[in-house]
């Protein structure tokens, strides 16, 4: 079992930064992808960027890049999300989550461990 819990969000103005954190506990992360996913009230919850365990090439939504960064430090069992440039439609709760695959899903259904969330809200 791998627990998943997300930090770092809060309200920024439109054009601010953030960093979101996501500390796994449990076991090891080396060996998972993973993912952050962000839901907006009424939305689904959609695919944001993932990262395979060997940290090579992330993947993003179309509506994120060149904005968002994730990264991975697998000897603290972290992964990061830098967000910057943020903008209104950004306003979600944001979620880690981490997959026993070793290729890059970007549908939620792939994901087998989830954290709680962390709710970020970016003002006109």
């Known amino acids: 079992q791998v627990q998943l819990v997300e930090s770092g969000g809060g309200l920024v103005q439109a054009g601010g930064s953030l960093r979101l954190n996501c500390t796994a506990s449990g076991r090891s992360i080396s060996v998972y992808t993973m993912g952050w996913f962000r839901q907006a009230p009424g939305n689904e919850r959609e695919f944001v960027a993932a990262i395979s365990w060997r940290g090579v090439t992330p993947s993003y939504a179309d509506s994120v890049k060149g904005r968002f960064t994730i990264s991975r430090d697998n000897a603290k069992n972290l992964v990061y999300l830098q967000m910057d440039g943020l903008k209104p439609e950004d306003t979600a709760v944001y979620y880690c989550?981490?997959?026993?695959?070793?290729?890059?899903?970007?549908?939620?259904?792939?994901?087998?461990?989830w954290g709680q969330g962390t709710q970020v809200t970016v003002s006109s």
């Open positions: 989550a981490a997959d026993r695959s070793a290729v890059i899903y970007m549908s939620r259904y792939q994901y087998d461990y």
